[in-house]
């Protein structure tokens, strides 16, 4: 299993520019989620997934959109990236909500600079 | 508002256990406390959770205080390969059956040969 991985692994942006970060588990798991980290500063919460066709915000959601079209794979986009939005992006998966299901796996971080 | 507080840093010689402090004073009853680390930028990686008991696994041990304000995650016998950013995270359930993790700012725990 490939566990969760993350295309691209680093990429620059001009300001105003527009991608679309992917995500993809082989684990199965229902619930998915995009985290944005700053430097010295825990992981934040973008969006979540809590299965295919759903998306739901988290704690920073604005200026991102998401979509979950296939349970393997969960997509950020940003329609106009801002210098604000230079960070590393985390995608994390997991199971279930309660217990030790609710483990969240991460993939290795997309490293995004907005020039 | 910060859910958890953490040092920002500690150090601990290799082959001692390293005591990792987090507070989470507002915590409600159904809130489970985490912790996860990061090496060199990886990804988190899991490493425990409680909700009221002390927990242990392979990994470390987690102690929560009676009145669940602040938790302590402990590695036996540290190794350099323990060198990381410790990460105490409450997780807060919401209505609609989903979850959310609230990371810390983390400790940056250095083991010294």
């Known amino acids: 299993n490939a566990g969760v991985t993350q295309t691209p692994k680093f990429r620059v942006l001009k300001t105003g520019q527009s991608m679309t970060l992917l995500c993809a588990q082989d684990m199965n798991h229902e619930y998915m989620y995009w985290y944005r980290q700053d430097p010295g500063m825990g992981l934040r919460l973008i969006h979540y997934s809590v299965g295919e066709g759903t998306t739901a915000k988290g704690e920073v959601p604005d200026g991102y959109n998401v979509s979950r079209l296939k349970k393997q794979n969960f997509l950020l986009g940003l329609e106009s990236a801002a210098p604000s939005q230079t960070s590393v992006y985390f995608c994390?998966?997991?199971?279930?909500?309660?217990?030790?299901?609710?483990?969240?796996?991460f993939g290795p971080g997309t490293r995004l600079t907005v020039l | 508002d910060a859910k958890t507080t953490q040092p920002t840093s500690m150090d601990c010689a290799e082959g001692r256990a390293a005591n990792l402090p987090c507070n989470h004073s507002?915590?409600?009853?159904?809130?489970?406390v985490y912790w996860y680390r990061q090496i060199h930028s990886q990804g988190p990686q899991y490493i425990i959770h409680g909700l009221k008991n002390n927990e242990t696994n392979e990994m470390a041990s987690l102690i929560i205080t009676e009145d669940r304000k602040s938790s302590t995650l402990i590695l036996p016998h540290a190794t350099l390969r323990d060198t990381a950013v410790y990460y105490c995270?409450?997780?807060?359930?919401?209505?609609?059956?989903?979850?959310?993790?609230?990371f810390g700012t983390g400790t940056s725990l250095t083991v010294i040969p």
């Open positions: 995270i409450v997780r807060v359930e919401w209505e609609d059956t989903g979850n959310q993790f609230y």
């Open positions: 507002t915590i409600s009853g159904n809130e489970y």
């Open positions: 994390a998966s997991s199971w279930m909500p309660s217990g030790r299901e609710n483990e969240q796996f």
